[in-house]
């Protein structure tokens, strides 16, 4: 009997003891096989959002042989990230990932994670992030100093050479630039190719003659040859004595003095077992290729779904203005006094942010907050039961996929008042910290299909369950990057806006829900502020 046929057998027998004690799962039942999927690749983000609307906070889909569940309430979200997450590995797209991604963190399972999870954890501590925000804003300035009054630029492409040059120093201590044009290519080509991610019978597709995924094949080359140049350029450096002062070696946190996350990567060992051997080369690849990816390609959507929104909310921009005059200074006119139009702070010589500004900016991270509530670049994740499990009395299969849409979940009325408007105003008051603190409802989730005309009734302030917002995932897993990513964007809006207004030209951009959530067509005309 075949590996296949056995594993058929398995789910056939779990199905039949589970029948008699499981609610069915309700959701959509296409008259013809492949319609759900043929919706869903047409427009994801319509799919997921409508399914939830109308099956409930889990709903069954079927895409070919591959069952998937797709789960919207906070609760239980909790539970699949955190509580049961034994039972689940890693979900369909990422599995997918590992033909570029390798084993990095983001894609390996296990002990294998639990290793490499510990080994990595320094490099992103707090002292670290604050070594690299100086190269955060110093490409910052440059780049604001490169626009012109009045032009009109595609933000998300300015966006994204933005955060590679950023992402190129902090980890290779190198100008990306010189391989700019080859590295973004590569990175495009790669990213689209996850659009194939939920296909059925990817895996035997993705051995035939096809374009798309010889582009991805190449891909891969080229971004492997940019890596492994600068590892084996660290790794001469760290043969050579004259590379760190005398009697200089790694820290107690396992770090180089190097400087880039290349050279710390090498120099880094398990805390739980320091005296053993670091990273080969092809993991020092596969990590490096994560943080590459991840670094790069989710800030900048992030920062540019921000000024897009900015755009369009005179009042939330004119705050933000105020903010950063009164935290760093302003080139207003001097010699007026408070009493003659001008504020306290107003007159005093701007300065450049710094990493130490990041606490003080309370408005410009509650836009960032809610700019990545409404379009946050992970806009959905899945995890694959790998032993059977109960979520809200349904059954779910070893074998079965479970998705969870932060796209879904965060526009979910009976979490967020008014979810479609951008208001940063509810990161600044009480309900802000009960997104990351307060305990879940007490009373269970109903799976079946709620009333959205009734959907905020009995939803007070400050019983917002956690995982109503989860952009950098949960548990075990969350991003181990997400210090970096919140002052890297911090840094950014404030350095940039310090400067430059960005009004919309043409119409509004359209989200692409790759493996992250990219605008399509954000094209912006830049004003000068002062």
Not at 275 to 281: L, Q, T, W
Request: hydrophobic share 40%; glycine share 6%; aromatic share 8%.
């Amino acid at each position: 009997m075949g590996d296949d046929e056995s594993a058929q057998n398995e789910r056939a027998a779990m199905a039949t003891s589970f029948a008699l004690d499981s609610k069915p799962v309700p959701g959509p039942t296409p008259w013809f096989p492949g319609t759900s999927f043929l919706k869903f690749r047409r427009d994801p983000l319509a799919f997921f959002t409508e399914t939830h609307r109308t099956y409930g906070d889990i709903a069954r889909i079927t895409f070919g042989p591959q069952q998937l569940f797709l789960v919207s309430h906070p609760d239980w979200i909790e539970d699949v990230l955190v509580n049961s997450a034994k039972k689940f590995s890693k979900g369909v797209a990422l599995q997918r990932a590992k033909r570029l991604l390798g084993e990095g963190l983001l894609t390996s399972e296990g002990q294998a994670h639990l290793k490499q999870r510990r080994t990595i954890q320094p490099l992103f501590h707090r002292q670290q992030v604050q070594r690299f925000a100086d190269a955060m804003v110093t490409h910052s300035l440059r780049w604001r100093e490169s626009i012109e009054p009045n032009a009109t630029i595609d933000i998300t492409s300015e966006m994204g050479a933005l955060t590679l040059a950023i992402v190129g120093e902090t980890l290779f201590s190198s100008n990306v630039q010189a391989d700019a044009d080859e590295v973004r290519e590569a990175l495009g080509e790669a990213v689209s190719s996850f659009a194939y991610a939920f296909v059925p019978f990817f895996n035997v597709l993705e051995k035939l003659p096809l374009p798309v995924f010889a582009r991805v094949r190449r891909a891969r080359e080229r971004l492997d040859r940019v890596i492994h140049r600068v590892i084996a350029a660290r790794r001469d450096d760290a043969d050579k004595p004259s590379t760190f002062a005398p009697g200089a070696s790694a820290d107690k946190e396992g770090l180089s003095p190097h400087g880039d996350l290349v050279a710390m990567l090498l120099a880094a060992r398990d805390p739980e077992n320091p005296n053993a051997a670091g990273m080969s080369d092809e993991q020092i690849r596969d990590e490096a290729m994560t943080i590459f990816l991840a670094g790069h390609e989710t800030t900048a959507n992030a920062m540019a779904w921000t000024w897009h929104l900015l755009g369009s909310a005179p009042e939330a921009e004119a705050r933000l203005h105020e903010e950063l005059d009164r935290v760093l200074g302003t080139d207003k006119p001097k010699g007026l006094s408070p009493h003659e139009g001008l504020s306290p702070h107003e007159g005093l010589s701007p300065r450049i942010p710094t990493v130490e500004d990041v606490p003080k900016l309370e408005w410009t991270r509650a836009i960032v907050a809610e700019s990545m509530r409404l379009f946050p670049p992970a806009w959905t994740m899945g995890r694959r039961a790998i032993e059977p499990h109960t979520i809200g009395g349904h059954q779910i299969l070893k074998g079965d996929l479970v998705i969870m849409s932060q796209y879904v979940v965060h526009r979910d009325p009976r979490w967020w008042p008014a979810p479609d408007q951008f208001t940063p105003d509810r990161w600044i008051s009480k309900s802000a910290s009960s997104v990351s603190s307060a305990a879940p409802l007490n009373s269970a989730p109903s799976a079946a299909p709620f009333d959205s005309a009734d959907s905020q009734v009995g939803v007070a302030q400050g019983r917002r369950p956690k995982y109503a917002y989860f952009p950098f995932g949960g548990g075990s897993r969350i991003c181990i990057g997400e210090s970096f990513a919140w002052t890297e964007a911090i840094l950014l809006l404030a350095t940039i806006a310090q400067r430059w207004k960005f009004s919309p030209e043409g119409p509004p951009p359209v989200p692409e829900p790759r493996i992250t959530l990219r605008p399509k067509g954000l094209r912006m005309r830049a004003t000068r502020r002062v």
